[in-house]
């Protein structure tokens, strides 16, 4: 297992090591070459922490920890690898296409007749789109302007409203006393009445039977 760690280590160096001729972009450099030269230690790399992983299973077990975190990190070391390829590849990719897109751009005959739609200046654009943005924030604003005082009638309104169910509700209260005098006056005479009724039916009696 020892013998294989260090192989792979050795690999990732290697690997790094490669990269670093990448950057510094010598002439007689053959970049596809060395592109798939780090495309197959990248992969070597692989199927060996794949074996070693294999290994620290049938390892001694005091051991096993410290095995599997050296092949971790040889993995981590993969990954960032790939990683490094994957974004120099589509770094290149980019490259190329601006390199067509000018050579096409400079190769290309105008005459005063053709008509030309060239996206040349992207900040107009954006400065283009940052105008619209504006624009749509202050229709808002003015919109959400027009429903606060929208509210705010409808606010005076209610205090209104208000003001008057109250005064109604007073004017309800004096009537509700008003006729609540009345009927117990109402209640007071028909007690009197009755009162009066009486007295004089025994009033009449006490005559008949005094003059009988």
């Known amino acids: ?32 070459e060395v592109e798939n030269n780090i495309e197959s230690k990248i992969n070597l790399i692989n199927s060996n922490c794949e074996r070693l992983d294999v ?6 077990i005091f051991q096993r920890q410290n095995a599997k975190m050296r092949v971790d990190q040889l ?18 990719i980019k490259k190329q296409r601006e390199e067509a897109e000018r050579e096409a751009l400079l190769s290309r005959t105008f005459t005063t007749n053709d008509h030309v739609d060239i996206m040349i200046d992207h900040n107009s ?18 919109s959400g302007s027009t429903i606060l005082d929208n509210l705010k009638d409808q ?47 025994i009033v009449i009696v006490l005559v008949i039977i005094y003059l009988t």
């Open 55 to 60: 290994l620290c299973l049938k390892g001694p």
């Open 75 to 92: 993995k981590y070391d993969s990954r960032h690898l790939s990683a490094a390829l994957n974004s120099w590849r589509n770094k290149m």
């Open 155 to 201: 606010r005076i309104t209610l205090k209104g409203a208000h003001k008057r169910l109250i005064d109604i509700g007073n004017t309800l209260g004096l009537s509700n006393t008003t006729m609540r005098l009345i009927e117990r006056r109402a209640r007071e005479d028909g007690f009197v009445l009755v009162g009066g009724m009486i007295f004089t039916c």
């Open 125 to 142: 654009q954006h400065n283009s789109s940052l105008r619209n943005a504006v624009h749509g924030m202050d229709d808002l604003l003015q």
């Open 1 to 32: 297992m020892e013998a294989l760690y260090h192989q792979t280590n050795k690999l990732v160096q290697e690997t790094q090591h490669l990269f670093s001729q990448l950057e510094k972009k010598s002439p007689n450099l053959d970049v596809n």
